[in-house]
């Protein structure tokens, strides 16, 4: 029974279209290099779902994003929780967090180099801003009184016409509000990606690319009237596979991870899955 309903749920979610990264064309989960084109937007709406002992987390975020030139760019978005769950505080992805706040973040591709024809070596920077939205989650996270918070990362990688490899790092701080602080989350990010020749297609059909994706989170305990509280801190390492498909100026990307580790606090649920979707359009 209880597995018949997880399944029920990974599907709804699946279907439904309920984290995700899909701005140029990157993995779901991890970080990595893309930038929109000089000029051009895109509109990315994604879902993540994380299942936790005793329920499920589920938000959807919009995300709006425009490229300054063809190596700088920039995204605002905006949350909303549909249901959520005591679970350790994660980045979920470089440009959409797994959380309530809203985002102001730029994105710097400071390295290109084309060693060959359709393929090239990047690294890229991301910095922003973390505004709290008015949302609230359970457990003594919600408890906090709440101050802005800093976003950084930086990824590099290779990319061709069938292989993909991406390594990224990030970090996230929050300001300190009469004694209540939220932690800092350390995040990295593992992708390995392959897109097959027969699935290798230009418009009018979809050309598909799949990825194995790694990504981990280092969270510091919760400080509450200036006092670090014991079993709020937690090390987590996700991993599984996903899949990017595009159509013209649209894209589809949906996956799922399962925890190969962790160590966190009892303040926490113990999370067993996280399933993410996300529809983009660039116009």
Avoid: C
């Avoid at 936790?52 to 030139?69: K, Q, W």
């Avoid at 060959?116 to 989650?137: C, D, H, K, V, W």
């Amino acid at each position: 029974m209880q597995r018949s309903k997880q399944f029920r749920v990974v599907l709804a979610v699946l279907l439904t279209g309920q984290l995700a990264l899909a701005s140029g064309h990157g993995p779901l989960f991890g970080l990595s290099t893309p930038t929109n084109s000089q000029g051009g937007w895109s509109l990315d709406i994604g879902s993540m779902s994380r299942a936790a002992v005793d329920g499920y987390a589920e938000m959807t975020r919009a995300m709006l994003s425009y490229g300054i030139t063809q190596d700088v760019q920039v995204s605002l978005t905006a949350p909303y929780v549909f249901a959520s769950q005591p679970l350790l505080p994660t980045r979920g992805t470089a440009m959409m967090s797994a959380t309530s706040d809203f985002e102001a973040i730029g994105a710097w591709r400071f390295y290109r180099e084309a060693p060959g024809i359709g393929s090239r070596f990047e690294a890229t920077a991301y910095g922003g801003l973390i505004l709290p939205g008015p949302q609230r989650l359970p457990g003594m996270l919600g408890t906090l009184k709440r101050a802005p918070g800093l976003y950084s990362a930086a990824a590099t990688g290779y990319a061709s016409r069938s292989h993909y490899l991406w390594g990224g790092i990030g970090y996230t701080h929050f300001a300190e509000a009469e004694g209540d602080q939220r932690p800092r989350i350390h995040n990295y990010s593992l992708v390995w990606g392959y897109r097959p020749k027969p699935l290798r297609k230009d418009y009018p059909h979809w050309d598909w690319r799949g990825f194995i994706e790694a990504t981990g989170e280092d969270v510091g305990r919760i400080r509450k009237a200036g006092l670090p509280m014991p079993g709020t801190d937690g090390r987590q390492v996700f991993v599984g596979p996903s899949a990017l498909g595009i159509w013209k100026n649209y894209a589809i990307e949906g996956g799922i991870q399962f925890p190969v580790y962790r160590d966190t606090g009892p303040s926490f649920e113990r999370e067993k899955f996280r399933v993410a979707l996300n529809f983009s359009y660039f116009f």
